[in-house]
Protein backbone atom coordinates (compact mmCIF):
# COMPACT_ATOMS: atom_id res chain seq x y z
CA UNK A 1 0.00 0.00 0.00
CA UNK A 2 1.51 3.08 -1.24
CA UNK A 3 -0.48 5.06 1.55
CA UNK A 4 -1.97 5.42 4.54
CA UNK A 5 -4.65 8.14 5.83
CA UNK A 6 -5.33 7.37 9.77
CA UNK A 7 -8.71 8.65 10.21
CA UNK A 8 -9.58 6.33 13.54
CA UNK A 9 -7.77 8.20 16.12
CA UNK A 10 -10.94 7.64 18.25
CA UNK A 11 -10.34 3.79 17.90
CA UNK A 12 -6.64 4.55 19.11
CA UNK A 13 -3.73 6.95 18.57
CA UNK A 14 -0.39 6.62 17.47
CA UNK A 15 2.46 7.17 19.82
CA UNK A 16 3.97 10.73 19.75
CA UNK A 17 7.51 10.73 18.79
CA UNK A 18 8.68 12.15 22.04
CA UNK A 19 6.80 9.24 23.97
CA UNK A 20 8.64 6.78 21.93
CA UNK A 21 11.68 8.38 22.90
CA UNK A 22 11.21 8.44 26.71
CA UNK A 23 9.88 5.04 26.83
CA UNK A 24 13.33 4.26 24.97
CA UNK A 25 15.70 5.99 27.19
CA UNK A 26 14.13 4.90 30.05
CA UNK A 27 14.11 0.99 28.55
CA UNK A 28 16.55 -0.15 31.31
CA UNK A 29 14.44 1.56 34.17
CA UNK A 30 13.91 -1.52 35.79
CA UNK A 31 13.96 -1.10 38.99
CA UNK A 32 10.68 -1.87 41.24
CA UNK A 33 9.21 1.57 42.31
CA UNK A 34 8.54 -0.16 45.34
CA UNK A 35 11.98 -0.77 46.68
CA UNK A 36 14.13 1.38 48.73
CA UNK A 37 17.59 0.68 46.76
CA UNK A 38 18.53 3.53 44.51
CA UNK A 39 17.26 1.58 40.91
CA UNK A 40 13.93 1.40 42.92
CA UNK A 41 13.68 5.36 43.56
CA UNK A 42 15.11 5.85 40.03
CA UNK A 43 11.39 4.19 38.78
CA UNK A 44 9.49 5.75 41.87
CA UNK A 45 10.76 9.27 40.82
CA UNK A 46 9.85 8.70 37.11
CA UNK A 47 5.82 7.64 37.93
CA UNK A 48 5.54 10.64 40.55
CA UNK A 49 6.79 12.79 37.95
CA UNK A 50 4.42 11.34 35.35
CA UNK A 51 1.31 11.32 37.99
CA UNK A 52 1.82 15.26 38.17
CA UNK A 53 2.04 15.43 34.52
CA UNK A 54 -1.38 13.77 34.15
CA UNK A 55 -2.74 15.82 37.33
CA UNK A 56 -1.71 18.98 35.81
CA UNK A 57 -3.49 17.86 32.55
CA UNK A 58 -7.07 17.58 34.26
CA UNK A 59 -6.66 20.16 37.01
CA UNK A 60 -6.18 17.54 40.08
CA UNK A 61 -3.99 17.14 43.10
CA UNK A 62 -1.90 14.04 42.18
CA UNK A 63 -2.38 12.35 45.13
CA UNK A 64 -6.30 11.92 43.11
CA UNK A 65 -4.40 9.98 40.33
CA UNK A 66 -4.54 5.80 40.63
CA UNK A 67 -2.56 4.22 37.77
CA UNK A 68 -4.79 1.41 36.22
CA UNK A 69 -4.46 -0.55 32.84
CA UNK A 70 -7.41 2.41 30.69
CA UNK A 71 -10.69 3.34 31.29
CA UNK A 72 -12.35 0.38 30.69
CA UNK A 73 -10.91 -0.96 34.01
CA UNK A 74 -11.72 2.71 35.78
CA UNK A 75 -15.34 2.77 34.49
CA UNK A 76 -15.77 -1.01 35.63
CA UNK A 77 -14.12 0.41 39.37
CA UNK A 78 -16.36 2.96 39.74
CA UNK A 79 -19.58 0.88 38.96
CA UNK A 80 -17.69 -1.73 41.38
CA UNK A 81 -17.30 0.81 44.51
CA UNK A 82 -20.85 1.98 44.48
CA UNK A 83 -21.74 -1.84 43.97
CA UNK A 84 -19.74 -2.75 47.20
CA UNK A 85 -21.75 -0.05 49.11
CA UNK A 86 -25.02 -1.21 47.82
CA UNK A 87 -24.33 -4.54 48.99
CA UNK A 88 -23.14 -3.45 52.41
CA UNK A 89 -26.07 -2.08 52.87
CA UNK A 90 -26.42 1.23 51.54
CA UNK A 91 -29.98 3.00 51.10
CA UNK A 92 -28.73 4.53 48.00
CA UNK A 93 -29.28 1.89 45.24
CA UNK A 94 -29.68 3.47 42.24
CA UNK A 95 -27.22 4.21 39.18
CA UNK A 96 -27.95 6.30 36.27
CA UNK A 97 -26.36 6.39 33.30
CA UNK A 98 -26.31 8.11 30.36
CA UNK A 99 -27.50 5.68 27.17
CA UNK A 100 -24.87 6.83 24.83
CA UNK A 101 -21.59 5.57 27.14
CA UNK A 102 -18.99 3.42 25.82
CA UNK A 103 -19.39 -0.45 26.02
CA UNK A 104 -16.88 -0.54 29.31
CA UNK A 105 -19.88 1.22 31.03
CA UNK A 106 -23.25 -0.17 28.90
CA UNK A 107 -21.63 -3.90 29.70
CA UNK A 108 -20.80 -3.38 33.24
CA UNK A 109 -24.59 -2.13 33.64
CA UNK A 110 -26.16 -4.79 31.97
CA UNK A 111 -24.07 -7.05 33.74
CA UNK A 112 -24.64 -5.49 36.87
CA UNK A 113 -28.51 -5.29 35.73
CA UNK A 114 -28.61 -9.42 35.37
CA UNK A 115 -27.16 -9.37 39.10
CA UNK A 116 -30.24 -7.61 40.25
CA UNK A 117 -29.23 -3.78 40.82
CA UNK A 118 -31.18 -1.08 39.76
CA UNK A 119 -28.95 0.51 36.76
CA UNK A 120 -30.64 2.93 34.43
CA UNK A 121 -30.32 4.93 31.72
CA UNK A 122 -31.16 8.29 30.53
CA UNK A 123 -32.21 9.26 27.47
CA UNK A 124 -30.59 11.55 24.78
CA UNK A 125 -31.56 13.95 22.30
CA UNK A 126 -31.48 13.45 18.90
CA UNK A 127 -28.01 14.99 18.35
CA UNK A 128 -26.89 12.99 20.94
CA UNK A 129 -26.68 15.37 23.84
CA UNK A 130 -28.00 14.27 27.46
CA UNK A 131 -31.08 15.11 28.32
CA UNK A 132 -30.90 17.21 31.18
CA UNK A 133 -34.38 17.58 32.00
CA UNK A 134 -34.77 13.71 32.10
CA UNK A 135 -31.91 13.26 34.29
CA UNK A 136 -33.68 16.05 37.01
CA UNK A 137 -36.90 13.78 36.62
CA UNK A 138 -34.97 10.47 37.31
CA UNK A 139 -33.24 12.04 40.25
CA UNK A 140 -33.78 11.35 43.86
CA UNK A 141 -32.62 9.95 47.12
CA UNK A 142 -31.80 6.68 46.00
CA UNK A 143 -29.12 7.57 43.53
CA UNK A 144 -25.55 6.88 44.73
CA UNK A 145 -24.15 7.85 41.60
CA UNK A 146 -24.42 9.11 38.25
CA UNK A 147 -22.20 8.70 35.47
CA UNK A 148 -21.95 10.73 31.81
CA UNK A 149 -19.06 10.87 29.60
CA UNK A 150 -17.19 13.98 28.63
CA UNK A 151 -17.54 13.39 24.49
CA UNK A 152 -18.74 10.70 22.46
CA UNK A 153 -16.27 8.13 21.12
CA UNK A 154 -19.12 7.64 17.98
CA UNK A 155 -20.75 11.21 17.32
CA UNK A 156 -17.70 13.31 19.02
CA UNK A 157 -21.03 14.98 20.82
CA UNK A 158 -19.49 17.17 23.93
CA UNK A 159 -22.03 16.28 26.66
CA UNK A 160 -23.12 18.85 29.88
CA UNK A 161 -21.32 17.31 32.46
CA UNK A 162 -20.88 20.21 34.41
CA UNK A 163 -24.57 20.73 34.55
CA UNK A 164 -25.26 17.22 34.99
CA UNK A 165 -23.09 17.08 37.89
CA UNK A 166 -24.25 19.88 39.45
CA UNK A 167 -28.13 17.93 39.52
CA UNK A 168 -26.20 14.54 40.58
CA UNK A 169 -24.63 16.72 43.47
CA UNK A 170 -27.96 18.81 44.57
CA UNK A 171 -29.87 15.02 45.20
CA UNK A 172 -26.59 13.94 47.29
CA UNK A 173 -25.13 11.49 44.22
CA UNK A 174 -21.16 11.02 43.35
CA UNK A 175 -20.83 11.91 39.72
CA UNK A 176 -18.36 9.83 37.70
CA UNK A 177 -17.21 11.10 33.74
CA UNK A 178 -15.31 8.62 31.27
CA UNK A 179 -13.42 11.59 29.67
CA UNK A 180 -11.36 9.22 27.45
CA UNK A 181 -12.17 10.54 24.09
CA UNK A 182 -12.33 14.16 25.87
CA UNK A 183 -8.59 13.86 26.86
CA UNK A 184 -6.26 15.96 24.51
CA UNK A 185 -8.81 17.55 22.52
CA UNK A 186 -10.98 19.86 24.86
CA UNK A 187 -9.89 21.38 28.13
CA UNK A 188 -10.41 18.87 31.01
CA UNK A 189 -10.51 20.39 34.18
CA UNK A 190 -11.89 17.89 37.26
CA UNK A 191 -12.62 20.79 39.39
CA UNK A 192 -14.31 22.77 37.04
CA UNK A 193 -16.94 19.89 35.83
CA UNK A 194 -17.11 18.82 39.27
CA UNK A 195 -16.03 15.44 38.99
CA UNK A 196 -15.97 13.18 41.66
CA UNK A 197 -14.16 10.05 39.11
CA UNK A 198 -13.07 10.66 35.79
CA UNK A 199 -11.63 7.77 33.53
CA UNK A 200 -8.95 7.79 30.59
CA UNK A 201 -6.66 5.96 28.81
CA UNK A 202 -3.39 6.82 27.54
CA UNK A 203 -3.34 5.46 24.27
CA UNK A 204 -6.23 8.14 23.03
CA UNK A 205 -3.82 10.89 23.08
CA UNK A 206 -0.65 9.98 21.77
CA UNK A 207 0.49 7.63 24.59
CA UNK A 208 1.06 3.89 25.24
CA UNK A 209 -1.75 1.02 25.26
CA UNK A 210 -2.57 -0.54 28.26
CA UNK A 211 -2.06 1.86 30.72
CA UNK A 212 -4.52 4.40 31.62
CA UNK A 213 -5.79 6.73 35.47
CA UNK A 214 -8.76 6.80 37.47
CA UNK A 215 -8.94 9.81 39.37
CA UNK A 216 -11.01 9.68 42.44
CA UNK A 217 -11.67 12.82 44.30
CA UNK A 218 -10.20 12.82 47.79
CA UNK A 219 -12.69 12.22 50.10
CA UNK A 220 -14.74 10.25 48.01
CA UNK A 221 -15.88 6.33 48.46
CA UNK A 222 -13.26 3.82 47.18
CA UNK A 223 -12.44 0.25 48.28
CA UNK A 224 -9.76 -1.78 46.92
CA UNK A 225 -9.80 -3.02 43.67
CA UNK A 226 -6.84 -4.65 43.20
CA UNK A 227 -5.80 -6.66 45.66
CA UNK A 228 -2.30 -7.92 46.76
CA UNK A 229 -0.24 -5.11 47.59
CA UNK A 230 0.75 -1.32 48.83
CA UNK A 231 1.08 0.05 45.33
CA UNK A 232 -1.84 3.40 44.78
CA UNK A 233 -2.05 3.59 48.71
CA UNK A 234 -3.04 -0.35 48.67
CA UNK A 235 -6.04 0.42 46.51
CA UNK A 236 -4.66 -1.30 42.97
CA UNK A 237 -2.01 -3.61 43.68
CA UNK A 238 0.63 -4.59 41.01
CA UNK A 239 4.00 -3.72 40.20
CA UNK A 240 4.00 -0.33 38.54
CA UNK A 241 4.45 -0.29 34.57
CA UNK A 242 7.56 2.11 34.50
CA UNK A 243 7.89 2.81 31.07
CA UNK A 244 4.16 3.14 30.08
CA UNK A 245 3.49 5.19 32.80
CA UNK A 246 6.62 6.98 32.05
CA UNK A 247 5.58 7.54 27.92
CA UNK A 248 1.72 8.71 29.19
CA UNK A 249 3.19 11.38 31.41
CA UNK A 250 4.88 12.52 28.58
CA UNK A 251 1.72 12.36 26.26
CA UNK A 252 0.01 14.58 29.40
CA UNK A 253 2.08 17.23 28.85
CA UNK A 254 2.14 17.24 25.38
CA UNK A 255 -1.46 17.16 25.26
CA UNK A 256 -1.42 20.08 28.27
CA UNK A 257 1.31 22.52 26.20
CA UNK A 258 -0.46 21.92 22.98
CA UNK A 259 -4.53 21.79 23.92
CA UNK A 260 -5.26 24.85 22.10
CA UNK A 261 -3.54 24.94 19.13
CA UNK A 262 -4.57 21.56 18.03
CA UNK A 263 -8.42 21.50 19.03
CA UNK A 264 -8.24 24.63 16.15
CA UNK A 265 -6.60 22.55 13.81
CA UNK A 266 -8.43 19.58 14.05
CA UNK A 267 -11.53 21.38 13.98
CA UNK A 268 -10.24 23.26 10.90
CA UNK A 269 -9.35 19.62 8.77
CA UNK A 270 -12.92 18.00 10.17
CA UNK A 271 -14.65 21.05 8.75
CA UNK A 272 -12.93 20.80 5.93
CA UNK A 273 -13.71 17.04 5.44
CA UNK A 274 -17.15 17.43 6.30
CA UNK A 275 -17.76 20.90 3.92
CA UNK A 276 -15.67 18.76 1.14
CA UNK A 277 -17.98 15.44 1.53
CA UNK A 278 -21.23 18.09 1.31
CA UNK A 279 -19.83 19.26 -1.76
CA UNK A 280 -19.17 16.29 -3.57
CA UNK A 281 -20.73 13.42 -2.25
CA UNK A 282 -25.18 14.00 -2.79
CA UNK A 283 -27.50 12.66 0.06
CA UNK A 284 -25.15 12.65 3.13
CA UNK A 285 -26.40 13.12 6.72
CA UNK A 286 -23.93 14.69 9.29
CA UNK A 287 -24.34 12.48 12.62
CA UNK A 288 -23.99 14.83 15.72
CA UNK A 289 -23.53 18.65 16.04
CA UNK A 290 -21.62 20.79 13.76
CA UNK A 291 -21.26 23.71 16.71
CA UNK A 292 -18.04 23.30 17.58
CA UNK A 293 -18.52 23.83 21.06
CA UNK A 294 -20.56 20.50 21.66
CA UNK A 295 -18.73 18.62 19.34
CA UNK A 296 -14.65 17.04 19.86
CA UNK A 297 -12.85 18.38 16.71
CA UNK A 298 -11.80 15.80 15.23
CA UNK A 299 -14.35 13.67 14.99
CA UNK A 300 -16.85 13.49 11.66
CA UNK A 301 -20.00 11.14 11.97
CA UNK A 302 -21.74 10.65 8.33
CA UNK A 303 -23.91 8.58 7.21
CA UNK A 304 -24.22 7.29 3.36
CA UNK A 305 -27.60 6.38 2.79
CA UNK A 306 -27.56 3.10 0.41
CA UNK A 307 -24.73 2.69 1.50
CA UNK A 308 -23.72 0.04 3.91
CA UNK A 309 -20.81 0.70 6.31
CA UNK A 310 -18.42 -2.18 6.36
CA UNK A 311 -18.40 -2.17 2.54
CA UNK A 312 -17.55 1.71 2.84
CA UNK A 313 -14.87 1.08 5.55
CA UNK A 314 -12.83 -1.85 2.83
CA UNK A 315 -13.51 0.20 -0.23
CA UNK A 316 -11.38 2.78 1.79
CA UNK A 317 -8.69 0.62 3.37
CA UNK A 318 -8.27 -1.02 -0.61
CA UNK A 319 -6.93 3.07 -1.04
CA UNK A 320 -4.96 3.33 2.29
CA UNK A 321 -7.80 5.20 4.13
CA UNK A 322 -8.49 4.02 7.94
CA UNK A 323 -12.38 4.38 9.05
CA UNK A 324 -14.71 3.16 11.37
CA UNK A 325 -18.30 2.05 10.93
CA UNK A 326 -21.19 2.05 13.15
CA UNK A 327 -22.81 -0.91 10.78
CA UNK A 328 -23.57 -3.74 12.27
CA UNK A 329 -21.97 -5.96 9.95
CA UNK A 330 -19.13 -5.33 10.77
CA UNK A 331 -18.96 -5.67 14.37
CA UNK A 332 -20.57 -9.03 13.79
CA UNK A 333 -23.72 -8.30 15.75
CA UNK A 334 -27.15 -7.58 13.83
CA UNK A 335 -27.84 -4.04 15.45
CA UNK A 336 -26.10 -1.27 14.43
CA UNK A 337 -24.66 1.71 16.51
CA UNK A 338 -26.97 1.71 19.34
CA UNK A 339 -24.97 5.09 20.07
CA UNK A 340 -27.00 6.96 16.52
CA UNK A 341 -29.85 4.85 17.38
CA UNK A 342 -30.62 6.78 21.14
CA UNK A 343 -29.89 9.85 19.45
CA UNK A 344 -32.96 8.75 17.10
CA UNK A 345 -31.16 7.89 13.45
CA UNK A 346 -33.04 6.06 11.40
CA UNK A 347 -31.60 2.12 11.39
CA UNK A 348 -30.77 2.27 8.37
CA UNK A 349 -28.77 5.42 7.89
CA UNK A 350 -26.86 3.56 11.45
CA UNK A 351 -26.13 0.57 9.14
CA UNK A 352 -25.29 3.21 6.49
CA UNK A 353 -22.55 5.38 9.10
CA UNK A 354 -18.91 6.25 8.85
CA UNK A 355 -16.79 7.72 11.71
CA UNK A 356 -13.79 9.95 10.73
CA UNK A 357 -11.85 10.69 13.32
CA UNK A 358 -8.74 13.27 12.51
CA UNK A 359 -5.84 13.28 15.21
CA UNK A 360 -2.96 15.22 16.01
CA UNK A 361 -0.90 13.71 12.54
CA UNK A 362 -3.08 14.43 10.12
CA UNK A 363 -2.60 17.36 7.45
CA UNK A 364 -4.10 18.65 4.80
CA UNK A 365 -3.11 16.32 2.25
CA UNK A 366 -4.79 13.70 4.02
CA UNK A 367 -8.08 15.44 4.00
CA UNK A 368 -7.73 16.12 0.25
CA UNK A 369 -6.97 12.80 -0.27
CA UNK A 370 -9.76 11.28 1.39
CA UNK A 371 -12.41 14.13 -0.50
CA UNK A 372 -10.75 12.54 -3.64
CA UNK A 373 -10.69 8.82 -3.11
CA UNK A 374 -14.79 8.87 -1.08
CA UNK A 375 -16.81 10.19 -3.97
CA UNK A 376 -16.18 7.46 -6.38
CA UNK A 377 -16.24 4.42 -3.54
CA UNK A 378 -20.06 5.63 -2.75
CA UNK A 379 -20.93 6.06 -5.98
CA UNK A 380 -19.79 2.77 -7.01
CA UNK A 381 -21.27 0.93 -3.72
CA UNK A 382 -24.47 2.72 -4.33
CA UNK A 383 -24.77 1.53 -7.99
CA UNK A 384 -24.58 -2.51 -6.03
CA UNK A 385 -27.54 -1.27 -4.26
CA UNK A 386 -30.96 -2.58 -4.49
CA UNK A 387 -31.90 0.73 -4.98
CA UNK A 388 -35.65 1.24 -6.06
CA UNK B 1 16.46 -7.73 12.33
CA UNK B 2 13.08 -6.74 13.16
CA UNK B 3 10.32 -8.93 13.37
CA UNK B 4 7.64 -8.26 11.25
CA UNK B 5 3.79 -8.52 11.57
CA UNK B 6 1.88 -7.66 8.34
CA UNK B 7 -1.71 -8.31 8.11
CA UNK B 8 -3.88 -10.37 6.15
CA UNK B 9 -6.86 -9.09 4.83
CA UNK B 10 -10.28 -10.00 6.64
CA UNK B 11 -11.43 -12.03 4.01
CA UNK B 12 -9.97 -14.44 1.78
CA UNK B 13 -9.18 -13.37 -2.11
CA UNK B 14 -11.72 -14.93 -3.74
CA UNK B 15 -14.10 -12.87 -1.43
CA UNK B 16 -11.76 -9.60 -2.36
CA UNK B 17 -12.08 -10.45 -5.89
CA UNK B 18 -16.02 -10.54 -6.15
CA UNK B 19 -16.47 -7.48 -3.29
CA UNK B 20 -14.31 -5.53 -5.67
CA UNK B 21 -15.19 -7.37 -8.94
CA UNK B 22 -18.88 -8.02 -8.77
CA UNK B 23 -19.90 -9.90 -11.56
CA UNK B 24 -22.99 -9.80 -13.26
CA UNK B 25 -24.39 -6.58 -11.65
CA UNK B 26 -27.67 -5.23 -12.59
CA UNK B 27 -26.58 -2.14 -13.86
CA UNK B 28 -28.29 1.27 -14.13
CA UNK B 29 -30.08 1.86 -17.68
CA UNK B 30 -28.80 -1.52 -18.70
CA UNK B 31 -31.57 -3.41 -20.86
CA UNK B 32 -32.50 -6.31 -18.40
CA UNK B 33 -36.02 -8.24 -19.30
CA UNK B 34 -36.22 -10.19 -16.24
CA UNK B 35 -38.69 -13.60 -16.57
CA UNK B 36 -38.42 -13.41 -12.54
CA UNK B 37 -37.46 -11.33 -9.79
CA UNK B 38 -36.90 -12.28 -6.19
CA UNK B 39 -35.95 -9.76 -3.15
CA UNK B 40 -35.10 -10.71 0.21
CA UNK B 41 -33.90 -8.66 3.65
CA UNK B 42 -34.35 -4.87 4.16
CA UNK B 43 -31.98 -2.04 4.23
CA UNK B 44 -33.26 -1.75 8.04
CA UNK B 45 -31.76 -5.10 8.51
CA UNK B 46 -28.39 -4.45 7.19
CA UNK B 47 -28.87 -6.52 3.83
CA UNK B 48 -31.05 -6.53 1.01
CA UNK B 49 -31.04 -8.38 -2.11
CA UNK B 50 -32.56 -8.52 -5.31
CA UNK B 51 -31.58 -11.25 -7.86
CA UNK B 52 -33.81 -11.02 -11.54
CA UNK B 53 -33.25 -14.21 -13.81
CA UNK B 54 -33.93 -14.70 -17.54
CA UNK B 55 -35.37 -18.64 -18.39
CA UNK B 56 -34.43 -20.71 -21.46
CA UNK B 57 -35.70 -24.35 -21.56
CA UNK B 58 -35.83 -24.99 -18.07
CA UNK B 59 -32.01 -23.41 -17.26
CA UNK B 60 -31.30 -20.23 -15.99
CA UNK B 61 -29.98 -18.29 -19.50
CA UNK B 62 -28.57 -15.23 -17.63
CA UNK B 63 -29.45 -13.46 -14.11
CA UNK B 64 -28.46 -9.99 -12.36
CA UNK B 65 -28.38 -8.72 -9.21
CA UNK B 66 -28.00 -5.71 -6.61
CA UNK B 67 -27.47 -5.80 -2.95
CA UNK B 68 -27.30 -3.42 0.03
CA UNK B 69 -25.02 -5.37 2.85
CA UNK B 70 -21.14 -5.66 3.69
CA UNK B 71 -18.61 -7.38 1.82
CA UNK B 72 -19.49 -10.89 2.65
CA UNK B 73 -23.00 -10.28 1.38
CA UNK B 74 -21.75 -8.47 -1.99
CA UNK B 75 -19.66 -11.40 -2.77
CA UNK B 76 -21.63 -14.18 -2.10
CA UNK B 77 -24.56 -12.46 -4.61
CA UNK B 78 -21.50 -11.90 -6.94
CA UNK B 79 -20.43 -15.80 -6.74
CA UNK B 80 -23.97 -17.07 -6.43
CA UNK B 81 -24.71 -15.63 -9.88
CA UNK B 82 -21.76 -17.47 -11.30
CA UNK B 83 -22.97 -20.77 -9.93
CA UNK B 84 -26.43 -20.32 -10.90
CA UNK B 85 -26.34 -19.03 -14.72
CA UNK B 86 -26.82 -22.13 -16.77
CA UNK B 87 -28.32 -24.47 -13.74
CA UNK B 88 -32.14 -26.07 -14.06
CA UNK B 89 -34.51 -24.36 -11.68
CA UNK B 90 -34.20 -27.27 -9.76
CA UNK B 91 -30.65 -27.24 -9.41
CA UNK B 92 -30.79 -23.42 -8.75
CA UNK B 93 -33.40 -24.18 -5.94
CA UNK B 94 -31.16 -26.57 -4.80
CA UNK B 95 -28.13 -23.97 -4.12
CA UNK B 96 -27.19 -24.03 -0.59
CA UNK B 97 -24.91 -20.97 1.21
CA UNK B 98 -22.53 -23.58 2.59
CA UNK B 99 -21.71 -24.33 -1.70
CA UNK B 100 -21.36 -20.71 -2.31
CA UNK B 101 -19.52 -19.99 0.29
CA UNK B 102 -17.28 -23.12 0.31
CA UNK B 103 -16.68 -21.52 -3.43
CA UNK B 104 -15.53 -18.15 -1.61
CA UNK B 105 -13.11 -20.11 0.32
CA UNK B 106 -15.07 -19.81 3.59
CA UNK B 107 -16.20 -16.70 5.18
CA UNK B 108 -15.14 -15.33 9.02
CA UNK B 109 -18.11 -17.44 11.50
CA UNK B 110 -19.82 -14.21 12.61
CA UNK B 111 -20.60 -13.46 8.79
CA UNK B 112 -22.53 -16.53 7.65
CA UNK B 113 -25.57 -14.97 8.32
CA UNK B 114 -24.69 -12.51 4.98
CA UNK B 115 -24.59 -15.38 2.73
CA UNK B 116 -27.88 -16.73 3.30
CA UNK B 117 -29.94 -14.14 1.77
CA UNK B 118 -28.22 -14.93 -1.49
CA UNK B 119 -29.71 -18.01 -2.85
CA UNK B 120 -32.86 -17.02 -0.79
CA UNK B 121 -33.18 -14.25 -3.23
CA UNK B 122 -32.45 -17.07 -6.24
CA UNK B 123 -35.13 -19.11 -5.10
CA UNK B 124 -37.55 -16.14 -4.73
CA UNK B 125 -36.81 -15.74 -8.42
CA UNK B 126 -37.64 -18.81 -9.29
CA UNK B 127 -40.92 -18.49 -7.28
CA UNK B 128 -42.03 -15.41 -9.03
CA UNK B 129 -40.88 -17.03 -12.82
CA UNK B 130 -43.26 -20.13 -12.32
CA UNK B 131 -45.88 -18.28 -10.60
CA UNK B 132 -45.61 -15.32 -13.51
CA UNK B 133 -46.01 -18.21 -15.72
CA UNK B 134 -48.78 -20.07 -14.50
CA UNK B 135 -46.25 -23.17 -13.78
CA UNK B 136 -46.29 -25.32 -11.31
CA UNK B 137 -43.63 -25.21 -8.15
CA UNK B 138 -42.91 -28.56 -7.34
CA UNK B 139 -39.29 -27.30 -5.60
CA UNK B 140 -40.96 -24.95 -2.41
CA UNK B 141 -43.21 -27.85 -1.14
CA UNK B 142 -39.66 -30.20 -1.78
CA UNK B 143 -37.63 -27.91 -0.19
CA UNK B 144 -39.65 -27.82 3.41
CA UNK B 145 -37.75 -29.01 6.48
CA UNK B 146 -39.88 -29.97 9.33
CA UNK B 147 -38.83 -28.02 12.47
CA UNK B 148 -42.00 -29.08 14.94
CA UNK B 149 -42.34 -32.68 14.54
CA UNK B 150 -44.99 -33.02 17.02
CA UNK B 151 -47.21 -30.91 15.27
CA UNK B 152 -45.47 -31.14 11.71
CA UNK B 153 -44.56 -26.91 11.51
CA UNK B 154 -42.18 -26.33 8.52
CA UNK B 155 -39.63 -23.43 8.17
CA UNK B 156 -41.76 -22.76 5.08
CA UNK B 157 -45.16 -22.44 7.10
CA UNK B 158 -43.19 -20.10 9.68
CA UNK B 159 -41.46 -18.16 6.75
CA UNK B 160 -45.42 -17.26 5.64
CA UNK B 161 -47.20 -16.36 9.25
CA UNK B 162 -44.19 -13.91 9.69
CA UNK B 163 -44.44 -12.66 6.15
CA UNK B 164 -48.21 -12.08 6.83
CA UNK B 165 -47.24 -10.23 10.03
CA UNK B 166 -49.32 -12.65 12.48
CA UNK B 167 -45.33 -14.41 13.89
CA UNK B 168 -42.91 -12.23 15.61
CA UNK B 169 -41.76 -14.69 18.00
CA UNK B 170 -42.31 -17.97 19.76
CA UNK B 171 -45.68 -17.38 21.79
CA UNK B 172 -47.12 -16.15 18.55
CA UNK B 173 -45.95 -18.79 16.89
CA UNK B 174 -47.20 -21.14 19.55
CA UNK B 175 -50.87 -19.95 19.64
CA UNK B 176 -51.26 -20.23 15.90
CA UNK B 177 -49.34 -24.00 14.87
CA UNK B 178 -48.66 -25.37 18.68
CA UNK B 179 -45.23 -25.31 17.48
CA UNK B 180 -42.92 -26.52 20.49
CA UNK B 181 -45.73 -27.72 22.71
CA UNK B 182 -45.60 -30.48 22.09
CA UNK B 183 -41.95 -32.47 23.57
CA UNK B 184 -40.61 -29.03 23.20
CA UNK B 185 -37.60 -30.19 21.96
CA UNK B 186 -37.51 -28.02 19.02
CA UNK B 187 -37.79 -24.43 20.79
CA UNK B 188 -34.42 -23.31 20.03
CA UNK B 189 -34.67 -24.11 16.00
CA UNK B 190 -38.45 -22.58 15.86
CA UNK B 191 -37.07 -19.58 17.60
CA UNK B 192 -34.01 -19.15 14.81
CA UNK B 193 -36.40 -20.01 12.02
CA UNK B 194 -38.45 -17.10 12.96
CA UNK B 195 -35.03 -14.57 13.24
CA UNK B 196 -34.55 -15.82 9.96
CA UNK B 197 -37.51 -15.28 8.57
CA UNK B 198 -37.92 -11.71 9.98
CA UNK B 199 -34.65 -11.29 8.72
CA UNK B 200 -35.12 -12.55 5.01
CA UNK B 201 -38.50 -10.94 4.86
CA UNK B 202 -36.78 -7.08 6.62
CA UNK B 203 -39.32 -7.55 9.23
CA UNK B 204 -38.40 -5.96 12.38
CA UNK B 205 -39.39 -5.92 16.43
Not at chain 1, 69 to 80: C, H, M, Q, R, Y
Not at chain 1, 171 to 189: E, L, M, R, W
Not at chain 2, 123 to 144: G, I, T
Request: net charge negative; charged share 25%.
Amino acid sequence: MDRIVYLDNNATTQMAQEVIEIMAENADLYGNASSMHTLGRSSYTAIEWARGEVSALIDSDPGEIYFVSGASEANNTVFNVFRDRIDAGDKRDRILLSSVEHPASIETMKYLVSKGYKVETVPVDGTGELKLDELEKMMDEDVCLVSVMTGNNESGVIQPVKKAAEIAHKYGAYFHTDATQAIGKIPVSVKDIGADYLSMSAHKFYGPKGIGVLFVKKGVPLSPFVHGGHQEKGYRAGTYNNQSIIGMGKAAELARVNLKREHDELWRLREKLRKGIEERVPNVVINGSNDENKCLPGTLNVSFPSAEGESILLYLDMEGIEVSTGSACASGSLEPSYVLLAAGLDVELAHGSIRFSLGRYNTDEDVDYTLEKLPPIIKKIREMSTRK
Amino acid sequence: MAQSFMAQWVYTDVVKDHFMNPRNLWKEGEEFEADGVGEVGSLACGDQMRVGIKVKDGKISDLRWLTYGCASAIASTSMMSEMAIGMTLDEAYKLTPKAIMDKLGGLPEHKFHCSVLGDKALRAAVDDYLEKNNLPNPYKAESAVIICECKNVTDQMIEKLVSEDKVKNLEDLASLTGAGTGCGKCKIKLKEAIEEAMHILGKTN
